[in-house]
């Protein structure tokens, strides 16, 4: 009858609203909460087949579904760690569990998360107070990250940072601002080289230098030669044998170049690259470039009438350093920085995103997992494709507003009053019919 239908009207009332309660109740209890998605309740009717017989109608009710919208993203809480790592626009940070890997699993579960305060344990592994640790894609020991899969977390790898690590840069490059002296050239001159002493470091942080000797050719009778033989010599090297390279090097007499490289010949070692300016030697500390200048160039090599000078000299490279802090850049690099200066890349953070963010499963700790309806996960590089950036000393906060959780506890506390009403209402009713007999 219409009576009893009203009453189960007024009871699935009463747990829509208990549902939406207990959705309230999480938002406001997680207001604080980094990372917190808020939940929210939508109510649907639910109606009965209807035969449209006069007179009669019976209630079909309510009933609640509940929604975790994760596609919200909350505002950014700046804080004084390096390692308080968010994501600035659509992205998860990728994640696994803590217990699964201290129990030595191998086949780790893959969870995600918008934002969390990552530390090193005791072994270095990177992760929250919570459980969750934080993968990555490690680096190569040039800094570079190869080529990952991006539809699965067979690549990635818990990150793991040794805070007693030591790391060498060794020298790649030189660049060598040399000014000659022309009349150094003439027939008539001494004849003298001049000695050029440049230090770089070796691959395993050793100093050693670079010797570098300009001999100026003198043969030409008729006055300045304008030509010169380099010498390079490797300090690391057998004194006996550590000629790694000999250049002939002949500079411009015209007006419009005069002083500038025309041309350079290789005697012996590595190649000189006009395009570059630069001549590739081979030395005990590794493979280096040492830049001359290009034919015609302003920088590099000169010869002019004035006195001899080093006019620029730089190079690449630091001796052995210890670790001082690891930061996290925007495109997702975890790089490590040393108190030499030296910056080494270690691990590349990717960004996961799925086609339905809000289909996601939530666990705890503010993760989330792959479901059916959230899609497949792709990881894109951070700022690619339709993902944000990565925010290093940040935090994401909660995205419950309270004072619209209170007016909706308001408005779930009078609905569930007058569901009740309803029930009571109907008890009276039928107590009346109950009293007819009497």
Request: aromatic share 6%.
């Amino acid at each position: 009858m219409s009576m009893s239908s009203a009453m189960s009207a007024g009871v699935s009332g009463l747990a829509a609203n208990s549902t939406r309660l207990a959705t309230i109740s999480d938002n406001i209890a997680n207001s604080g909460t980094y990372g917190y998605k808020r939940m929210e309740t939508d109510f649907n009717s639910f109606v009965l087949n209807q035969h449209r017989i006069a007179g009669l109608y019976s209630a079909g009710g309510v009933t609640a579904t509940t929604q975790r919208l994760i596609e919200d993203d909350g505002a950014l809480s700046t804080t004084t760690h390096p390692l308080d790592i968010a994501v600035s626009g659509r992205g998860m940070l990728p994640v696994t569990s803590a217990v699964d890997l201290d129990n030595g699993y191998t086949d780790l579960p893959f969870m995600m998360t918008r934002t969390g305060s990552f530390r090193p344990d005791a072994e270095g592994y990177l992760k929250t107070e919570s459980g969750l640790v934080l993968m990555g894609w490690p680096a190569q020991a040039d800094g570079t990250v190869p080529t990952m899969s991006r539809d699965s977390m067979g690549g990635l790898e818990p990150i793991r940072i040794n805070p007693y690590q030591t790391a060498a840069d060794p020298t790649t490059e030189i660049s060598l601002g040399v000014r000659l002296r022309a009349t150094e050239t003439l027939p008539d001159a001494l004849g003298d080289p001049y000695d050029v002493k440049v230090d770089y470091y070796g691959n395993l942080g050793t100093s050693e230098s670079l010797n570098i000797s300009f001999i100026p050719d003198t043969s030409d009778a008729t006055g300045m030669s304008c030509t010169w033989v380099m010498e390079v010599r490797d300090s690391a090297s057998d004194p006996a044998s550590n000629l790694v390279g000999s250049y002939r090097i002949t500079f411009d007499e015209s007006q419009a170049n005069g002083g500038r490289i025309a041309s350079v010949t290789t005697l012996s070692g590595g190649a000189y690259d006009p395009v570059t300016g630069a001549i590739g030697l081979t030395v005990a500390g590794g493979p280096m470039d040492l830049v001359i200048g290009t034919p015609g160039g302003t920088t590099g090599l000169s010869q002019v009438s004035t006195s001899y000078s080093a006019t620029n000299i730089a190079k690449n490279g630091s001796p052995v350093g210890n670790l001082t802090t690891v930061e996290v850049d925007a495109d997702g690099f975890l790089q490590a920085t040393y108190d030499t200066g030296f910056v080494k890349t270690l691990y590349q953070i990717p960004l996961v995103d799925v086609p339905n963010p809000n289909g996601l499963t939530s666990v705890d700790s503010q993760a989330f997992t792959i479901s059916s309806t959230s899609g497949n996960f792709f990881l894109w590089d951070a700022g690619d494709g339709p993902t944000g950036s990565v925010q290093g000393y940040a935090l994401e906060e909660s995205t419950t507003d309270v004072a619209e959780e209170l007016t909706h506890l308001i408005q779930t506390q009078r609905a569930y009053s007058s569901n009740a009403k309803i029930i009571q209402t109907v008890d009276e009713m039928l107590q009346e019919t109950t009293n007819i007999k009497r």
